[in-house]
């Protein structure tokens, strides 16, 4: 949509609002980045507590941070 407008020195403007459909687009699709970005950083720290997780519980002042599950 554009819309136009009268400036302080007498002149014309031309603005662009986007559309509601162009609005709700871009909202689903920061939603989906989102989503995504929770998922890989959950699945990112989920790897990297499996490496530090040998088996059995943590021991005290052995360093590593362990999740609990």
């Known amino acids: 949509m554009i819309?136009?407008?009268?400036?302080?020195?007498?002149g014309?403007?031309?603005?662009?609002?986007?559309?509601r459909r162009?609005?709700?687009?871009?909202?689903?699709?920061?939603a989906l980045v989102v989503i995504a970005a929770v998922a890989a950083s959950a699945g990112l720290l989920q790897?990297?507590?499996d490496n530090l997780a040998p088996g059995g519980p943590a021991t005290s002042g052995a360093g590593a941070y362990y999740a609990a599950r």
Not at 12 to 19: D, G, K
């Open 12 to 19: 014309l403007a031309f603005e662009s609002a986007p559309t």
């Open 47 to 49: 790897h990297f507590n």
């Open 22 to 30: 162009q609005k709700a687009r871009r909202n689903r699709l920061t």
């Open 3 to 10: 819309r136009t407008f009268q400036t302080e020195h007498g």
